[in-house]
């Protein structure tokens, strides 16, 4: 089992840059692919980024690439999403996730979730 908590969420102008922490407790972190979710009022649970158990492939959402990187220490047991030029339409709550298995799948097929940090961007 792994329990993740966010951090690092906040309120920033349009065009500016936030740093996004999962930290991971539990055993074995290394082995859980990890991605981050986001998700705005009235809309679905959106796969921004996922990234593989060793951080050698990653993939994002079209709308946030070469925005957003994803990355990971496994030494730490940390994720981290960062995330520059930022847009009014990247408000949301921002999830971490785990799953074992594929690096690929929608949010059911994640098993471990986070609370969620909220990402405000002002136009």
């Known amino acids: 089992q792994v329990q993740l908590v966010e951090s690092g969420g906040g309120l920033v102008q349009a065009g500016g840059s936030l740093r996004l922490s999962c930290t991971a407790s539990?055993?074995?972190?290394?082995?859980?692919?990890m991605a981050w979710f986001r998700q705005a009022p009235g809309k679905e649970r959106e796969k921004v980024a996922i990234?593989?158990?060793?951080?050698?492939?990653?993939n994002y959402v079209d709308s946030v690439k070469g925005r957003f990187t994803i990355s990971r220490d496994n030494a730490k047991n940390m994720v981290y999403l960062e995330m520059n030029s930022l847009k009014p339409e990247d408000t949301a709550v921002y999830y971490c996730?785990?799953?074992?298995?594929?690096?690929?799948?929608?949010?059911?097929?994640?098993?471990?979730w986070g609370q969620g940090t909220q990402v405000t961007v002002s136009s």
């Open positions: 539990g055993r074995a972190f290394s082995t859980y692919v």
């Open positions: 990234i593989s158990w060793r951080g050698g492939t990653t």
């Open positions: 996730a785990a799953r074992l298995g594929q690096i690929a799948g929608d949010a059911a097929s994640f098993d471990y």
